[in-house]
């Protein structure tokens, strides 16, 4: 356990500071362990084993806010939509839901600090569709085992300026 009590001594503002710290250290190291694994072994290898990471830790990602902040299992779309604004990328990427109608929700990715960044360099989009495939329906299902994930757009695939990518999560029937 970490020293709460060292904790204790910063601000409300610093504690902040330190938590979008520490989620950009984590996007960090994902990317350059992607790289690692790119140079020995390719982008499609690498690809396949960052969406093998990401089926795993989704789950575990979910979990843990689940038992945080109380959310229950099998809380369809509004407890889908407070949980992506605790995941580690909404401390550092600007993100929007959107509800479509009482059954759909509708997530945008509107400034990804990675596609950013490629962007600022004069890069293309990076593709993570694969990935985001896994993640995003993961990370739902895990939430509420109804919840049906639809890609509706995400690198490679053209995307307008507002958003990187953008899923819909469905629940066809609720049983409340």
Not at 141 to 150: K, L
Request: proline share 5%.
């Amino acid at each position: 356990m970490p020293n709460r009590n060292f904790l204790r001594t910063f601000s409300k503002e610093h504690l902040i500071d330190m938590l979008e710290d520490a989620a950009k250290n984590w996007l960090a190291h994902d990317g350059v362990w992607f790289q690692a694994v790119e140079g020995s072994y390719g982008l499609e290898k690498a690809i396949q084993l960052d969406g093998e990471a990401w089926e795993r830790f989704t789950v575990i990602e979910a979990g843990r806010i689940m038992k945080r902040y109380g959310i229950e299992e099998g809380g369809g779309l509004p407890a889908l939509e407070q949980a992506l604004k605790l995941r580690m990328y909404a401390h550092i990427n600007e993100q929007s839901t959107i509800w479509v109608n009482d059954h759909t929700l509708r997530f945008e990715m509107n400034d990804c600090r990675v596609q950013s960044s490629r962007k600022r360099k004069g890069l293309p989009d990076f593709p993570c569709k694969t990935v985001g495939l896994v993640e995003y329906a993961g990370f739902a299902r895990t939430i509420d085992p109804r919840i049906q994930t639809r890609c509706i757009a995400c690198p490679p695939d053209p995307h307008p300026e507002t958003f990187f990518c953008a899923w819909e999560f469905t629940i066809e029937e609720y049983s409340e």
